[in-house]
């Protein structure tokens, strides 16, 4: 086992909350609500993890959600992930959540947020761990549903460090969003977006210019556009590249083909997340560690990851430095410098 994967302290920056749905909290939740699932029991749902792209996980991730119904629900699901995240060398993670897939099924808004903000806001106290909430908007709905739960988050506005977009990528480019993300810009929000994972560099350049995002989730089809690669480079926008997704989601075939090693020697700020490790096998150190086995990264590539995913994370200045002096100081200086 690569334990410098797991020691190294790290900042999660793609990471769903709602992707950290464990089976066995699902069928917690489900029988404790009172709620029926499409599959009897754990075994039938494991079964369904058998996805062939985005969109056949979405559904499954979907159909999970509606056994979260209370403020404790979000609660323990965030209390859940910041555990396992602590044992992966987690020290920093700005998570995404989906409010409309909640609102969408009559879940006030209030409850997601104040459930979720209860685990955030003791993270620290309680798991070492700084904690901060990435609002999206779901690109498959409509810009109006979109404008309608940005203003249900104003209220909440200092407990949101930005707005992202998530769900189906395919025809629901960035440009969709521009006003939305206009506004986010104007009250405040920093701004991030899914594009790259199955769409084209376009949308990359979307992301960018339109939305103007301070980082791209995974946008590892950025590699198809030389132009867009120099862009990302002098800018150094980083990219939050998440391994396991990518092979489990048809992105890549395998963890030997994953575009992380040429990303690295282009010098772009890549980071490695896990995005929704209860679905796709495994957490962030797991990731770190598959992906060195699988591209043969040295322990000086995974120094470099660790404190890339501080450089692109949303802390302050100071706090910033502070975490990456941990990391240097996690590396034996002998092994890589
Ligand atoms: O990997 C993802 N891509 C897009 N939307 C998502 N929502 C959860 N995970 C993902
Ligand atoms: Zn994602």
Redesign the pocket.
Known sequence: MNQLAFALPKAELHL?IE?TFEPGLIFTLAERNGVQLPYPNVDALRRAYAFTD?RSF?DV?YAAMAVLRTERDFTELADAYLSRAREQGVVHVEMFFDPQAHTARGIPFATVIDGLWEAVRTSEARFGISASLIMCFLRDQSEESAFATLDEALPYGDRIVAVGL??A?VGHPPSKFRRVFERALAEGWKTVA?AG?EGPPAYVWEALDLLRVSRVDHGVRSLEDPRLVARLRDERIPLTV?PL?NVK?RVVDTLADHPLRRMLDEDLVVTVNS??PAYFGGYIGTNYAQVAQALHLDDAALLTLARNSFEASFIDVRTRDAYLARVDAAVPAHRCR
């Open positions: 769903h992707g985005l979405l991730y998530d769900s990528e899914h994972e998440c997704s989601l995005d929704d």
